[in-house]
T-cell receptor, first 109, second 110 residues
C-alpha cells in the first residue's frame, strides 16, 4: 500500500491555465513537504506545511495542508513553461522522508 | 560548486560488475541518504546514515551496501550489478527536515 497517493500522475496544460495537484493519505502526519524536480536535476524543496488547514503561498503557487493533516494540495495560477517538472510530496515520522510517486507537469507555451 | 556532489554522473556497466557511486557534501550535515528513482515508482530509500558510525537500511537495501567514510562522504556500492538496478540514483543530505539532493547518477546495467 502506497503511503502517499499523488494525482494526477501526468498533467499537460497550456501556458496561462490554472491547475491543482493532490497528495493524499489515510495516515496523519505532523508535517508535509512539496518538492519540484526539473529534468536532469535533483528535487528541490518548495515548502513545508505543519499545521492543519495551513495555507502557504510562493508567488503563483499556493499550498494547503488538510484540516486533518492527511492530505495536501498544490495550486498553480497562470502556469508558465518554467513550472514544468515533477512535483513530489513527502512526509516523515520516525523514519526518513517517504515520497509520493509524483505528478509530472508539462506546461506548453 | 554544488553543495552535494555525486560521481559518476553517468555509468554504463555489465551484469556482475562491482559499481561504486560516491557522494560528497560541503553543507556540514550529519544526515545523508541514498535514494533510487525509477519511472512511475518515485523516490525509494536505499540506505541512510545519521552520523559516521550509523548505517540504516531503507525500503530497498537488498543488493546494495554503503560506507560512511566521513561526515562529508557517503558511498553506495552494488557488489554484483544486475539489469533491474538500472535507475537514477540520488544522494541527499539533511540538517533537520529539508533534504538537499545531488544532481543524480544515472546507472545502466546491461
Amino acid at each position: 500500500t502506497q503511503l502517499l497517493e499523488q494525482s494526477p500522475q501526468f498533467l499537460s496544460i497550456q501556458e496561462g491555465e490554472n491547475l491543482t495537484v493532490y497528495c493524499n493519505s489515510s495516515s496523519v502526519f505532523s508535517s508535509l513537504q512539496w518538492y519540484r524536480q526539473e529534468p536532469g536535476e535533483g528535487p528541490v524543496l518548495l515548502v513545508t506545511v505543519v499545521t492543519g488547514g495551513e495555507v502557504k503561498k510562493l508567488k503563483r503557487l499556493t499550498f494547503q495542508f488538510g484540516d486533518a493533516r492527511k492530505d495536501s494540495s498544490l495550486h498553480i495560477t497562470a502556469a508558465q513553461p518554467g513550472d514544468t517538472g515533477l512535483y513530489l510530496c513527502a512526509v516523515s515520522g520516525n523514519t526518513p522522508l517517504v515520497f509520493g510517486k509524483g505528478t509530472r507537469l508539462s506546461v506548453i507555451a | 560548486d554544488a553543495d552535494v556532489t555525486q560521481t559518476p554522473r553517468n555509468r554504463i556497466t555489465k551484469t556482475g560488475k562491482r559499481i561504486m557511486l560516491e557522494c560528497s557534501q560541503t553543507k556540514g550535515h550529519d544526515r545523508m541518504y541514498w535514494y533510487r528513482q525509477d519511472p512511475g515508482l518515485g523516490l525509494r530509500l536505499i540506505y541512510y546514515s545519521f552520523d559516521v558510525k550509523d548505517i540504516n537500511k531503507g525500503e530497498i537495501s537488498d543488493g546494495y551496501s554503503v560506507s560512511r567514510q566521513a561526515q562529508a562522504k557517503f558511498s553506495l556500492s552494488l557488489e554484483s550489478a544486475i539489469p533491474n538496478q538500472t535507475a537514477l540514483y540520488f544522494c541527499a543530505t539533511a540538517d533537520t527536515g529539508e533534504l538537499f539532493f545531488g544532481e543524480g547518477s544515472r546507472l545502466t546495467v546491461l
